[in-house]
């Protein structure tokens, strides 16, 4: 099974797919093939993949081709010879759905500038790209140990500021929050609701940052100055440290210009700024530090120790 990365030329959205892998029918449900034994163990009845969708903006687990009789010689599974149907459109909105995207053709349904390309990482072997694959984000609850007893702390409401219009959804992570709702922010883009005077979270993309540092930097300036009263703050870069330092396709700011406003605005006012890779794993990042900021104020609110499980760090 591969796993394939693609990134946004302009705003960096990053997406997944991955696939394709055997499935066979037991009970009724359909059971995913992990490994060569199971493949030559039961008739297989199709493939299936985790595919995107650009005009749904989802990637959506599908069966993409089903063999009209199920196969059992392990060569005939990835044979085109095999008779079958296969699925290519989307059966929400009838649109093309793709496991591997074409390079710099399907526009970005976030930011409508940019195109989707394969995610290059620097590397020596393949070995090393397969390496620096992030693993998926934790599924179960934040976890609450204290005097041997585990606490189940109530999921909060993270608030969306309203004028994010391509900014986190938090779906993914119906295991750390109750839901999510829109409203307007003095400070930030990110919060819990409840919370909102103390702890918020900036989300920026490469191309916002350098617009606020060189095209609106009075502005930007004093919204870092306002946001600084609050006891939790930061500011989430979508974009590593190495991309920040790297000149701009679309813009003729210089990457020392921007770095130097950034560890400026650090320094005079303690607003950490945190380099992400990827849209995805900004969200995670936001996501986790939400949940877990609030779970510590909720424990000691309540009269536990201010800790997760005691002695973990």
């Known amino acids: 099974m591969q796993k394939y990365s693609y990134k946004c030329s302009h705003c960096r959205y990053s997406i997944q797919t991955k696939g394709p892998f055997p499935f066979y029918i037991k009970n009724g449900k359909r059971v995913q093939v992990d490994t060569f034994h199971e493949a030559t163990t039961h008739p297989i009845t199709g493939l299936m993949a985790d595919i ?14 089903k063999y009209k009789k199920p196969v059992s010689n392990i060569l005939d599974i990835w044979s085109g010879n095999i008779a079958g149907t296969e699925k290519r459109f989307c059966y929400k909105c009838k649109k093309p759905i793709y496991l591997i995207l074409p390079d710099n053709k399907i526009k970005c349904p976030r930011c409508r500038k940019g195109t989707f390309s394969i995610n290059t990482y620097d590397r020596d072997t393949e070995e090393d790209f397969l390496n620096h694959i992030p693993v998926s984000a934790p599924k179960g609850p934040l976890k609450i140990i204290q005097n041997k007893k585990s606490i189940k702390v109530p999921k909060p409401t993270v608030i969306i500021d309203s004028s994010e219009r391509m900014g986190y959804t938090f779906c993914r992570f119906s295991n750390w929050f109750a ?3 829109k ?8 919060s819990i609701q409840g919370m909102e005077e103390q702890i918020s979270i900036e989300r920026k993309t490469l191309p916002d940052l350098v617009g606020s540092i060189i095209f609106k930097r009075k502005q930007f300036i004093k919204n870092m100055e306002q946001f600084s009263n609050l006891k939790k703050k930061c500011v989430v870069i979508e974009a590593s440290f190495s991309e920040v330092k790297s000149l701009y396709s679309e813009s003729n700011a210089h990457p020392n210009a921007v770095v130097g406003s950034l560890i400026a605005i650090q320094e005079k006012w303690d607003i950490p700024f945190y380099f992400l890779d990827s849209f995805e794993l900004s969200e995670e990042f936001v996501a986790s530090m939400l949940s877990k900021y609030h779970a510590l104020w909720w424990l000691q609110k309540n009269g536990f120790g201010k800790y997760f499980i005691q002695g973990d760090i």
Request: hydrophobic share 20%.
């Open 179 to 181: 839901g999510t709702v």
């Open 52 to 65: 995107y969708c650009a005009e749904c903006d989802k990637e959506k687990r599908y069966i993409i081709r």
């Open 183 to 190: 409203k307007r922010l003095k400070h930030g883009d990110y």
